[in-house]
Nanobody
Framework: QLQFVESGGGLVQPGGSLRLSCAASGFTLDDYAVGWFRQAPGKEREGLLCISQIRGRTYSADSVKGRFTISRDNAKNTVSLQMNSLKPDDTAVYYC??????????WGQGTQVTVSS
């Protein structure tokens, strides 16, 4: 079973920033495409950004383009989500998803992000 965990969530004021991390242990995270998703209360899970394995190509949903960025640090075996200009609508549980080339998906436990004054 893959071991990875999201961290970095918390309470932030509107306009603020947070950096979430998805940290893996016991395997090479760069072997997986990694995506960040979020789910707000009463809403469906929404895909935000993803980064491909090896070449690190990134893709962003229009809803976060220009505010959120995704990046890999292979030395630390992590994928990070930098979130800037946060809005109350960004309040949600944020999940890291790992996708392997054989079609298997793995989900983290999630980390809560609350944007409120």
């Amino acid at each position: 079973q893959l071991q990875f965990v999201e961290s970095g969530g918390g309470l932030v004021q509107p306009g603020g920033s947070l950096r979430l991390s998805c940290a893996a242990s016991g395997f090479t995270l760069d072997d997986y495409a990694v995506g960040w998703f979020r789910q707000a209360p009463g809403k469906e899970r929404e895909g935000l950004l993803c980064i491909s394995q090896i070449r690190g190509r990134t893709y962003s949903a229009d809803s976060v383009k220009g505010r959120f960025t995704i990046s890999r640090d292979n030395a630390k075996n992590t994928v990070s989500l930098q979130m800037n200009s946060l809005k109350p609508d960004d309040t949600a549980v944020y999940y890291c998803n790992l996708h392997y080339r054989n079609g298997l998906d793995y989900w983290g436990q999630g980390t809560q992000v609350t944007v409120s004054s």
